[in-house]
Nanobody, 132 residues
Framework: HLQLVESGGGLVQPGGSLRLSCVASGFTLDYYAIGWFRQAPGKEREGVLCINGDDGSTYYTDSVKGRFTISRDQAKNTVYLLMNSLKPEDTAVYYC?????????????????????????WGQGTLVNVSS
């Protein structure tokens, strides 16, 4: 059974930081493409950060560039979304997802964009609330 479980969400003040975790079971996360997505109330789901393929290049949506980054812990089969300088507009449910890697000639934004439907495993989400 392939599963992803997110954790680490919560209430944080503007300007604060959070680290979200995404733990995989039933498969080795390091062999897969990874995406972090978010959905704010009343809005469509948005791709935040995606790693598509073997070269490890990372796509960031414009609104999080310079503030969010990803890290991996192979031993724990876990990826982390590190979020700094949080803003109220970052409030959303955050999801991680995994899917097959794609060749390097694919657009860097592939899985954060039109390719998100081909991500095979999704977590249940964790709520991030940025508020004073």
């Amino acid at each position: 059974h392939l599963q992803l479980v997110e954790s680490g969400g919560g209430l944080v003040q503007p300007g604060g930081s959070l680290r979200l975790s995404c733990v995989a079971s039933g498969f080795t996360l390091d062999y897969y493409a990874i995406g972090w997505f978010r959905q704010a109330p009343g809005k469509e789901r948005e791709g935040v950060l995606c790693i598509n393929g073997d070269d490890g290049s990372t796509y960031y949506t414009d609104s999080v560039k310079g503030r969010f980054t990803i890290s991996r812990d192979q031993a724990k089969n876990t990826v982390y979304l590190l979020m700094n300088s949080l803003k109220p507009e970052d409030t959303a449910v955050y999801y991680c997802a995994a899917g097959p890697r794609v060749p390097v000639y694919y657009s860097r934004s592939y899985y954060c964009g039109e390719g998100h439907r081909y991500l095979e495993v999704w977590g249940q989400g964790t709520l991030v609330n940025v508020s004073s």
